[in-house]
């Protein structure tokens, strides 16, 4: 139960880097406002004209009489809305974080440079065409999956009792560590691990990760929230990934002397890179 403080921890790390770096913290906002309008444009698009689209959808329904006719297809258009802004809670990170490729592979860059020993931060050697072909398919992998989960959560929704109290915590822990693995691929990436590595990884550490992710998760339920997040989430990433790899973490706020951290490894096996 202790990973959960500690993941806990390195989510303020994260944000409290990005407040005294206010230059990468401005940077960081762009990807996530940009985002932002662009959802919210599609959206406001689906407010206006869902009910045509739904209308165009079901022609069957032109000849039944009222008021079944507009119940009906009132319905259809608040389950379509519902469902179009559950995506976009949804995708909204992955959606950033394409987006957001070279400002948050700068940021975890430098996160990582302030805080190793040597100065030192890894990467790719990929041209910036192969790292987002790379992040966009790693992205709509996670993406599916944690669509297999929802539908899976909606059903167990249904199951009385458990279906309104322990589903929802679930689904928050679910929605957490797949977060956590969005936000740790930034880093992570860099250092040449895969996607299955990576997934591995953070099933060792499940506990460290929901610390990290959940309480995200709630937080990104709001995406004007997530926006002003983000930027601190990729900082944080960044470590927690440092501490999942068994790297130093050199403490400290540039003013004075700093302690370093020597990590324990991974277990065995679990953090071999590849492609």
Avoid at 63 to 89: I, K, Q
């Amino acid at each position: 139960m202790r990973d959960l403080g500690v993941g806990f921890q390195y989510l303020l790390k994260g944000q409290r880097w990005v407040a005294r770096h206010g230059k990468q913290y401005g940077f960081g906002l762009l990807p996530g406002l940009i985002t932002l309008v662009l959802y919210a444009a599609a959206l406001v698009a689906l407010a206006l004209w869902g009910q045509d689209a739904v209308s165009w959808a079901t022609p069957f329904a032109d000849d039944w009489s009222s008021p079944w006719l507009g119940l009906f297809r009132g319905f259809l258009t608040v389950v379509l809305f519902a469902l179009a802004l559950l995506l976009a809670v949804v995708t909204f990170t992955a959606v950033t974080l394409l987006i957001g490729q070279p400002f948050y592979e700068n940021l975890s860059e430098k996160v990582d440079r302030d805080v190793s020993p040597d100065g030192h931060a890894p990467e790719s050697g990929l041209p910036l065409w192969r790292e987002l072909w790379i992040s966009g398919r790693d992205s709509l992998r996670i993406v599916v999956r944690a669509a297999l989960w929802g539908v899976l959560l909606f059903a167990c929704g249904f199951i009385p009792v458990v279906g309104q109290t322990a589903v929802p915590v679930l689904g928050f822990f679910v929605t957490g560590f797949f977060l956590t693995e969005e936000l740790t691929a930034v880093a992570l990436q860099r250092r040449g691990v895969d996607l299955r590595t990576r997934l591995g990884l953070l099933r060792s550490r499940k506990t460290l990760v929901w610390g990290f992710g959940t309480p995200l998760a709630v937080a990104f339920l709001v995406p004007v929230v997530a926006v002003f997040l983000m930027p601190g989430a990729v900082a944080g990433a960044t470590l927690m990934a440092r501490e999942l790899l068994g790297e130093e973490i050199q403490e400290g706020d540039g003013d004075g002397d700093r302690a370093v951290t020597t990590l324990p490894q991974p277990p065995s096996g679990s953090s071999s890179p590849g492609r």
